[in-house]
């Protein structure tokens, strides 16, 4: 079955320290992938995706995330992290199906402290 | 360049009243459309979707309906709201051949 898996719940950060949200899928077919942050009470929005090409993709707002086919991992990075950056964090898998669906990850929550 | 807009951005409804969620998407035609609920502390629910005009997919039975009148226009429905009904509700939108989905600002349902 076509699954995606957020590995943390939360993950409290101290301001200007690096972080990792983690995200694994599993799929017997290619993959498209996406990062979606939400802010409190608001929609979500598009941070970065991976289609094709390079497995390191940059996105708005400082982050990264790095495609790992081997692993099936798509993990997202950010160097230094601000109080800004205190959100929900949704790692997000197509299927490459013709109705465009996505299957989301349950969601990690960053808490960066002062 | 293309926006999506949900009214009302908050609702506070009975149990058992009807319910009437609107979506609609500017600046592109035949996109497809998605509900999402989002219970609190949870992660994104995909209610229903569509690739076009009355074409309307479930992906879980619920008391919840669904309808596309328009090219660019999304509704969802209830007859009867529940108080499980509550919830955070997201419309988003992709362009057909396209896999990125946009979403809008979302609809905060109480029931009460």
């Known amino acids: 079955a076509q699954s995606v898996t957020q590995l943390d719940s939360q993950v409290p950060v101290f301001e200007e320290a690096p972080v990792e949200l983690r995200c694994n899928y599993s799929s017997s077919v290619s993959v498209y992938l996406f990062w979606y942050v939400q802010y409190p009470n608001q929609g979500l929005q598009l941070l970065l995706k991976?289609?094709?090409?390079?497995?390191l993709v940059k996105g708005i707002n400082g982050f990264e995330a790095e495609f790992n086919k081997s692993q099936t991992s798509f993990h997202l990075r950010k160097p230094s992290v601000h109080i800004s950056d205190t959100a929900e964090y949704f790692c997000a898998v197509s299927f490459r199906s013709n109705t465009g669906k996505l299957i989301f990850g349950q969601g990690t929550t960053l808490q960066v402290k002062p | 360049s293309q926006t999506i807009h949900q009214w009302p951005a908050t609702l506070v409804q009975p149990v058992g009243s009807p319910l009437s969620l609107e979506c609609t998407v500017e600046?592109?035609?035949?996109?497809?459309l998605y509900w999402y609920r989002q219970a609190a502390g949870r992660g994104l629910q995909l209610l229903f979707y569509s690739v076009g005009i009355g074409q309307i997919s479930s992906e879980v039975p619920q008391n919840l309906s669904a309808s596309r009148p328009q090219d660019r226009q999304f509704i969802l429905s209830s007859k009867k709201l529940l108080l499980s009904d509550s919830g955070f509700y997201l419309c988003?939108?992709?362009?057909?051949?396209?896999?990125?989905?946009?979403f809008g600002p979302g609809t905060r349902l109480t029931v009460t």
């Open positions: 988003a939108w992709n362009q057909a051949g396209r896999y990125e989905q946009y």
């Open positions: 991976y289609l094709s090409g390079s497995t």
């Open positions: 600046g592109t035609s035949n996109p497809n």
